[in-house]
């Protein structure tokens, strides 16, 4: 495929195209991936049930497959990203965000939003500018 060099210089591909532009993006500690898209949504889904049993029957995932992604990242972290709490034979346990887990699932989902609207000005063919970036 060719562009022309006004599309090379704005950096702007033509509008007949069968791919279009995509990202995934995680957070970090230390060079080890914490939180992703997948992550993220374990985490607003054990926050939203307050369980991580239901949390992750609603994903459609195993109960050790979230308690497992759960446990990595507080390994990593060296800190708690979910309390939980046993029940008794009548149930009553649950689960909940820590201040750290919900400090991590809000500055993922300000990145997603800042990177998701950037994408669609490029996906709409509208050149960014340094003020647009900031704008957003």
């Known amino acids: 495929m060719t562009y022309n060099r006004d599309e090379m210089i704005r950096g702007i591909m033509p509008t007949k195209r069968k791919h279009e532009p995509t990202f995934k993006f995680w957070l970090e500690c230390n060079g080890n991936p914490i939180l992703g898209r997948g992550g993220a949504q374990i985490l607003r889904q054990i926050e939203k049930d307050g369980?991580?049993?239901?949390?992750a029957e609603t994903l459609g995932m195993s109960y050790r497959f979230v308690w497992n992604y759960v446990h990595k990242v507080e390994k990593v972290l060296d800190e708690s990203i979910v309390q939980s709490h046993r029940g008794g034979r009548t149930g009553g346990g649950g689960a909940s965000l820590t201040k750290l887990g919900k400090s991590l699932l809000t500055?993922?989902?300000?990145?997603?939003?800042?990177?998701?609207?950037?994408?669609?000005?490029?996906?709409?063919?509208?050149?960014l500018l340094e003020d647009d970036v900031e704008e957003v």
Not at 51 to 55: D, G
């Open 107 to 127: 500055e993922y989902d300000q990145l997603d939003g800042y990177l998701n609207k950037i994408l669609s000005r490029v996906k709409s063919g509208r050149q």
């Open 51 to 55: 369980s991580i049993t239901k949390a």
